[in-house]
Every structure is written in structure tokens, then in C-alpha cells.
């Protein structure tokens, strides 16, 4: 098990090499640079900034401290919020983001998979078409139109939550909602699937043939096999949440890392638009490896050792 | 000896897109308490539905028990309600599946498999029921049980993962054990063993067994008495020498013809019935069996046999005992096993008139 995980935390550090080298020489193919903008610097100011900066060394210098730096996890300087580095609007921004995310993870698992049960349990009664009809919907709207739609009936017109912005519990509700609407929707739809080829398994007879009552059945034999896809899944869901949550804490007005990520990109703030790609693919890299180590808790038949099979 | 099971005149069907598959059409047949009954046919001719009816394992829909009785210990299963059939199921009938590779749940250990059972039925506290069943696992003969009992089905070979199979089944001492071709997925040494086993649990248990089987070869070894089933019915019904020696449809002769006998060496000889039993959702007038019957003659397109009664316990239904029927010779194969019995009626009596 340690094998494995040191094994895997390798291969993410290679993964990590690559990713800040390809962000690092877009970054620089991009046309415009920081202080390219529309009002005009004069020329001096600009000599000035670029020598602060560094940007004036030749790129492999450059290149070469980036990598040191982000080895001890400092992302320097922010080009735009001044007098801030990277690392401020992570601390900052990420807190908020994280639970944000937290919140959406929660809602789309435990509602998708519910949803995705009684669908699969009731197949082709009026349970299975209104869960999947609501899937669909799901699925089809765009989470910013999910949002607006959240805003103006729960919000607007019934009052039951505030419109925007992040001050109490309360306000987490609809973004949360609206981050988790797609990925729920889409939960739904895959543990029905998966749940119907469970049912049809031979597995299922033999606990019936043992005298085990529906619910007993489902409980102990049909969903943790269902699950499965569901747990695969994970990874690539966590990256949904995180794009998503882009547009949705501009939306809601949240002061997450993913509006600080929206705000950078619109500046041209180089050094911030590296950090938070990094710090994100560190993230999704470690939510992908959580994954795959749940999977092997659930599912006996994947062996965690070092590649070799087991017996 | 009392009746343990007694199928009367069981239907049932499927609706399918391509219409009404009649899977069983009108089976009847009985148990003694402690017996073996072996079920023998050709795939598809209506085996596992028969038996899972039984248990009422039958999806429904697609699945309708359209007649019938089924009387467990004097009670009718096909009235019970599910609740009911809960509390039968794994307690007074244990079934054992086809194959061993999917029939266990991948991701449970196999001891939890076993105290299921034990804990639903017994109403036993985790730890005795553990006990249970490392006890079942020793009994099946899975060596090293304490280690075992916490291995997950992948961790078993097919041989084993039968046993366990049998384990579950016997856990709360049933009083019917159902197996569908449970050794037809092994390797023939396999085979052999879990035979040896059931035989040797039944010593044991006194449990009654209705083994199910497409080869006749294992059948003398195992069973008490035979039915022999085809497309849905039972065509001929006698205790093991009766269908051995004494056999009187041509479908029996046809399946005995084409099973490997130990006392000869004529591969030449065997061969399996020609043709394919018909399509159940338009089950041919007369005898099921006739297109592929060398023996047919035109009554047998026109009009369904009636049962014949050979002795007090041989069963066939053909239109060869009829006593205007002409005398025919079985095939060479059937002939050279063929033995008088003496408790054969002077003539065969007609118990059920044709329809
Ligand atoms: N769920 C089902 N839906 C439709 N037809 C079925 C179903 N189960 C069994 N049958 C049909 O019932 C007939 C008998 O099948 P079965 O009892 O499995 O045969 P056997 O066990 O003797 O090989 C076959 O024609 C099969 O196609
Ligand atoms: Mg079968």
C-alpha cells in the first residue's frame, strides 16, 4: 500500500514537472504581456517594472527560478493586486472555494446516487421517468442559466435564499445547488445504469434465493457494487466542480480562488494565472489518486500492491 | 416415507416481445423427504425455470405461474405471499446455481455470505454465527476455514467457490436442496468431488435434493429417481434402474444413446439426439417430441400422448404403449442395457387420457 502510494506521488511529481513547464512557455507564447494594457506606461515605468519583475532575463533563467520557487511552494508576486503575492490570494481565495465545492460534491453524491437508486428500483414506473426526466434537465442547462434560474425563483420570487454573495451559511445554498445541478444529474443517470446490471446479476438471485427481503438486498449487495462507476467518476467530477466554480463564484459575487483565477486571466496577471494552474492541477492530481485508493477499499478485487497482481 | 414436495400440473410462462414463451406446460411430479429426484433434459427444455419457480425466484413480469400447485410440507408456495416466501427461502430450501463464478457477490467476504443466512433465519449473534460458518465451510471441505471465512469470492477457485455455494445453501439445514447444474461450469475432476460432496452431505443432513442436470451420465451416481423433461414437460418419470434399464420414450432412449458408457468403448456409437427442440412460444400440436422422433407415427403429429403408468413408480408419456402402437426396437445402444423388471405391471395403464 505505502508502495503504491509513493509510487503514485512520483508519477504526480512528473505529471506536476510537466504541467508547470507547459503553463510556463504558453504563458510566454501568449501575445501582450502584464504591463501591455490598455492604458499606455510610459517607457521608463515599464523598463522599471520588467527589471522588477525579472522579466527581462533570458527565458531559461526565468524558467529555471520559476521551477526553484514553485519547489518551495512560493508562487511570487501577484502582477496585479499590489503589494499581494500568489500565495495571499490562495490562502485567501481557497478556503472559500474549497468549501463551495465541498458543499456542491455533497449535494450532487448523495441526492444523484438516491435519485439514481429509486430510479434503477422502480425501472420503467413513473419514479424511474420523473427521476430521469430530471436528470436530463439536469444535465442539458448550462450551470450559469441554472444559476440564473435559482436566483430569480428561490431567490427573487420565493425569498427563501439571499441572491448572491458570501457571508453566512445561507448564502452557500444556491451556488452550491447550481454548481451541483450537472454533476448530480449526470451521478443520477449513471447509478441507475449501473444499479439495473447489478440487479440482473446472478449475485442478486443467490441473496433472494437466501431469503434476503428487497430492501436487505439493495442495501447490502446491490449498492456498493452500483457505486463503482460512480467512484471512478470522482476524479473527473472534482474537475467539473472546479471549472465550474469559475463561473459560478463570478455569478454569486464569492470571493473564491475561481473568480481571483476569471480576474487574473482578464489582466494578464502571468504569475497569478501560473499559480492557481498549478495549485489546481496539485489538487485535481490528488483528488485522482484519492479516488483510486477509495476504489481499492471498496472493489477487493483491485490489489493496491506495486502492479504485481495478487494471488 | 411422507411427501416433502408435490408439483401438480405447474404452467408457467413468459411474455416476451415475440409473444406468450409457455417455459413450463403442465408439470407434475413428487419428493420424498430425504430423496434425490434428478431433473435431466436438453437445454432450454424448462429445468431452472421449474426450479425456480419452486422457489419463486421467477421474475414477474416477465414471468406468470399460470396453473399449478406447489405443495411444500402440505402448503401451497404459489399462494404464499412475498413476506411469506422470505421466511422459505434459504431456511427450508437452499438452491445451488450453475455458476459459481458469478453466483457470489465480488465484493462481500464469502463467510459474510454464509452468516446472511444464518443471521436472517437462525437469528444468531455475529460471533456464533461466524462459528456457523467456518463449521459449513469445514463441512464442504474447504481446508483452512478459519482463513477462508474472511476471503472475498476472487480469492476461490471455481471448485471452491461451488463449495462455498453449498455452504450458503445448507447453512440453516434445509429440508429441499435445489441444484441447478451445479458442476456443469467445472473441470470434469471437479466435477467428481462436488458430486462426492453432495452425496456425502445428504448422508449427513438426510436433506432432500432435486438435482438438476443436462447429462444422464452423472445421474445414476447421484440420484433416486429420474424425470426426464422436454420442452416444458416431463416425458418420463421412473426411479434410476427404471430409466436405465427399462426406459420407454424414445426421447429417454435418445439421450441414453448419446451418453458415454463406462462398460464400452464404441465412440462410433455415440451421437446426440439430431435437431433442436421446438420454439415454446408455438409449442407444436401432439408430442413436443415427434419431428425429431425416428419412431413418430401420425398420431403423434395429431394428438398429445396420454400417460402411461409402467409401475408403481415408472411414468411415460408416448403413444408407443398404447396397445394398438406397434412393437418397436429401441436403438442398439439403449437395447444392450435393457433388464426385466419385476415390478413392472402385466401392461401399462393409462393414468392421464391424451388431450
Ligand atoms: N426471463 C425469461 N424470459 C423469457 N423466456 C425465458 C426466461 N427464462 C427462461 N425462458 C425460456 O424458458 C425456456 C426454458 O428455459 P430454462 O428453464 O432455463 O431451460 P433449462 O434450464 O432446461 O436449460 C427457454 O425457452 C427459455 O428461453
Ligand atoms: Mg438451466
Known amino acids: 500500500m505505502l508502495r503504491y502510494i509513493s509510487k503514485r506521488l512520483l508519477y504526480m511529481l512528473m505529471s506536476l514537472f510537466l504541467i508547470v513547464t507547459v503553463t510556463f512557455f504558453l504563458m510566454r507564447a501568449a501575445p501582450g504581456g502584464p504591463f501591455s494594457s490598455e492604458k499606455q506606461v510610459p517607457p521608463e515605468i515599464e523598463k522599471n517594472l520588467n527589471e522588477y519583475y525579472g522579466l527581462d532575463r533570458p527565458w531559461y533563467i526565468q524558467y529555471f527560478d520559476y521551477l526553484v520557487s514553485i519547489a518551495k511552494w512560493d508562487f511570487g508576486p501577484s502582477f496585479k493586486y499590489k503589494g499581494q503575492t500568489v500565495n495571499d490570494l490562495i490562502n485567501e481565495g481557497f478556503p472559500v472555494s474549497f468549501f463551495l465545492g465541498m458543499e456542491s460534491l455533497l449535494i450532487a453524491i448523495s441526492i444523484g446516487v438516491l435519485l439514481g437508486i429509486i430510479a434503477a428500483l422502480n425501472h420503467n414506473k413513473w419514479q424511474d421517468y420523473a427521476a430521469m426526466v430530471f436528470a436530463v434537465l439536469g444535465i442539458s442547462v448550462p450551470s450559469f442559466i441554472m444559476a440564473s434560474i435559482l436566483q430569480y425563483f428561490l431567490a427573487i420570487k420565493l425569498g427563501w435564499f439571499p441572491v448572491a454573495r458570501w457571508e453566512s451559511l445561507q448564502h452557500t445554498v444556491l451556488p452550491a445547488l447550481a454548481l451541483a445541478a450537472m454533476p448530480m444529474a449526470f451521478i443520477a443517470r449513471l447509478t441507475r445504469s449501473s444499479m439495473l446490471e447489478v440487479l440482473g446479476n446472478d449475485y442478486i438471485r443467490t441473496a433472494k434465493a437466501k431469503g434476503l427481503s428487497q430492501g436487505q438486498i439493495t442495501v447490502k449487495h446491490a449498492i456498493r457494487n452500483a457505486i463503482l462507476p460512480v467512484v471512478t467518476y470522482l476524479g473527473p467530477l472534482s474537475a467539473q466542480i472546479l471549472t465550474g466554480s469559475f463561473v459560478i463564484e463570478k455569478i454569486f459575487g464569492i470571493p473564491g480562488l475561481g473568480s481571483h483565477f476569471v480576474t487574473s486571466i482578464t489582466n494578464r496577471d502571468y504569475t497569478t494565472i501560473m499559480g492557481v494552474t498549478v495549485f489546481y492541477s496539485i489538487l485535481l492530481l490528488l483528488s485522482v489518486l484519492l479516488v483510486d485508493i477509495a476504489y481499492g477499499f471498496i472493489d477487493p478485487r483491485i490489489k493496491l500492491a506495486g502492479g504485481k497482481k495478487g494471488e | ?355
Open chain 2, 1 to 355: 416415507m411422507g411427501k416433502l414436495l408435490e408439483v401438480k400440473n405447474l404452467e408457467v410462462s413468459f411474455q416476451t416481445y415475440g409473444g406468450e414463451v409457455q417455459a413450463v406446460r403442465g408439470v407434475s411430479f413428487y419428493l420424498n423427504k430425504g430423496e434425490t429426484l434428478a431433473i435431466v433434459g436438453e437445454s432450454g427444455s424448462g429445468k431452472s425455470v421449474t426450479s425456480q419457480t419452486i422457489m419463486r425466484l421467477i421474475p414477474t413480469p416477465p414471468g406468470k405461474i399460470k396453473n399449478g400447485q406447489i405443495l411444500f410440507d402440505g402448503e401451497d408456495l404459489v399462494k404464499k405471499t412475498d413476506k411469506e416466501m422470505e421466511q422459505i427461502r434459504g431456511r427450508d430450501i437452499g438452491m445451488i446455481f450453475q455458476d459459481p463464478m458469478t453466483s457470489l457477490n465480488p465484493t462481500m467476504k464469502v463467510g459474510h455470505q454464509i452468516m446472511e443466512v444464518i443471521m436472517k433465519h437462525q437469528k444468531l449473534p455475529k460471533s456464533a454465527a461466524k462459528e456457523r460458518a467456518i463449521e459449513l465451510l469445514r463441512l464442504v471441505g474447504i481446508p483452512m476455514p478459519e482463513k477462508r471465512v474472511n476471503q472475498y469470492p476472487h480469492e476461490f477457485s471455481g471448485g471452491m467457490r461451488q463449495r462455498a455455494m453449498i455452504a450458503i445453501a445448507l447453512a440453516s439445514n434445509p429440508k429441499l436442496l435445489i441444484a441447478d447444474e451445479p458442476t456443469t461450469a467445472l473441470d470434469v475432476t471437479i466435477q467428481a468431488q462436488i458430486l462426492e460432496l453432495m452425496k456425502d452431505i445428504q448422508k449427513k443432513t438426510g436433506t432432500a435434493i432435486i438435482f438438476i442436470t443436462h447429462d444422464l451420465g452423472v445421474v445414476a451416481n447421484v440420484a433416486d429417481r429420474v424425470a426426464v423433461m422436454y420442452a416444458g414437460k416431463i416425458v418420463e418419470m421412473g426411479t434410476v434402474d427404471e430409466i436405465f434399464y427399462d426406459p420407454r420414450h424414445p426421447y429417454t432412449w435418445g439421450l441414453l444413446a448419446s451418453m458415454p458408457s463406462l462398460d464400452s468403448d464404441d465412440k462410433a456409437e455415440l451421437a446426440s439426439i439430431p435437431g433442436s427442440p421446438p420454439d415454446l412460444t408455438n409449442p407444436p400440436k401432439g408430442d413436443a417430441f415427434a419431428p425429431r422422433n425416428p419412431y413418430a407415427m401420425k398420431i403423434d403429429f395429431e394428438m398429445e400422448p396420454p400417460l402411461f403408468q409402467i409401475s408403481d413408480t415408472h411414468y411415460a408419456a408416448t403413444w408407443l404403449l398404447h396397445p394398438d402402437a406397434p412393437k418397436v426396437e429401441p436403438p442398439e445402444a439403449v437395447k444392450r442395457r435393457l433388464r426385466k423388471l419385476s415390478t413392472n405391471y402385466p401392461q401399462p395403464i393409462i393414468v392421464r387420457e391424451s388431450e
